[in-house]
């Protein structure tokens, strides 16, 4: 059994899928069925990792919390059917509501289409003592708004503004918005769930045929796969061009989601560990109203 208790342990699983510089990437030498790298590819031995691993982050919470100095931003980017929705529901399982928030950005209001294109991600940042995840995020201005240029034309921008480097200013804009957001207390790890198109295609028919999972069906979803090399392009260009020391990516293999949920929660993990919690010391003084106010409650 693979012991991932230390942090050399966690980091040798993470490493292969972990980039933290600029330079290019290509999606080819990521394999989206990987589960080499947990030399067991044993599924209930990365379950009982995982149930540990949110048992852990469970526990470290309270502590991010009553530090109230610091947060974590966690975003979720991948294809339709990626797994992002159970990804949230199980590795975050064990964290209290009260200091987690997930947004899930869909299309832009008419109010947020009169602001700048960060502005309604901004608002959802973490505060101090939070966990913020991002269910898709402001990567999606140089995603979707690049594959289909209909939706950039509908942010109404100056004349003169959409230039043949419009990706490349947005690169730069997400990079300071992000390496700004460090600098206040704001730790970032981003996540693309890296789906392979069969795996998509089983995952669609899937619900297609199960009526409990129609709901999820969407045509749109559809129409998007004769777009899968635009979007494989899209995601390697901002990958190249936005993986940082202080908000990596991780490119995670999702064809089997147990793999890539303990994936996630390892990370997650060692993001947390890093920062060393611990509940606030108490000061003489409030040990001595401590005691005042015991007293008084004995009556």
Same mark, same amino acid.
């Given at each position: !059994? ?35 790298? %947990? ?10 990792? +995982? ?11 309270? !502590? ?15 294809? &339709? ?31 947020? %289409?009169?602001?700048?294109? !960060? ?59 992000? @390496? ?11 996540? $693309? ?14 619900? +297609? ?7 999820? $069906? ?10 899968? &090399? ?24 999702? &064809? ?5 949920? +303990? ?23 409030? !040990?001595?109203? $401590?005691?005042?106010? @015991? ?5």
């Amino acid at each position: !059994m693979v012991d991932l208790v230390t942090d050399e342990d966690i980091e040798k699983l993470l490493r292969p899928f972990r980039i933290d510089q600029p330079g290019r990437v290509s999606l080819q030498d990521f394999d989206p069925g990987d589960t080499d790298s %947990l030399p067991s590819g044993d599924r209930k031995e990365a379950d009982q990792h +995982l149930k540990r691993g949110v048992k852990w982050m469970a526990e470290q919470q309270p !502590m991010l919390a009553a530090d109230n100095r610091e947060a974590l931003l966690i975003i979720f980017q991948g294809r &339709d059917a990626a797994g992002k929705d159970s990804m949230i529901s199980h590795v975050m399982s064990g964290v209290n509501p009260q200091g987690c928030h997930v947004t899930s950005f869909k299309h832009p209001s008419y109010e947020a %289409l009169d602001h700048d294109y !960060m502005w309604r991600y901004h608002q959802r940042v973490p505060g101090r003592g939070e966990i913020g995840i991002f269910n898709r995020s402001y990567y999606e201005e140089v995603l979707i708004v690049r594959v289909h240029p209909n939706i950039l034309a509908a942010q109404n921008l100056p004349e003169g503004r959409v230039t043949a480097n419009i990706w490349q200013e947005r690169f730069d804009d997400i990079n300071h918005f992000e @390496r700004y957001l460090t600098r206040n207390g704001v730790h970032i790890l981003k996540f $693309f769930l890296n789906i392979s198109p069969e795996e998509q295609k089983k995952r669609f028919l899937k619900r +297609l045929n199960h009526p409990e999972k129609h709901w999820k $069906f969407s045509q749109a979803d559809i129409d998007e796969r004769s777009y899968w &090399d635009d979007y494989t392009a899209a995601y390697e260009d901002a990958i190249s061009h936005t993986a940082m020391p202080y908000a990596p990516w991780y490119v995670v293999p999702s &064809d089997h989601k147990w793999f890539a949920r +303990l994936l996630v929660a390892a990370a997650i993990v060692a993001k947390l560990r890093s920062l060393k919690l611990a509940y606030p010391p108490i000061s003489p003084e409030d !040990m001595g109203a $401590f005691e005042t106010a @015991r007293k008084a409650l004995r009556g």
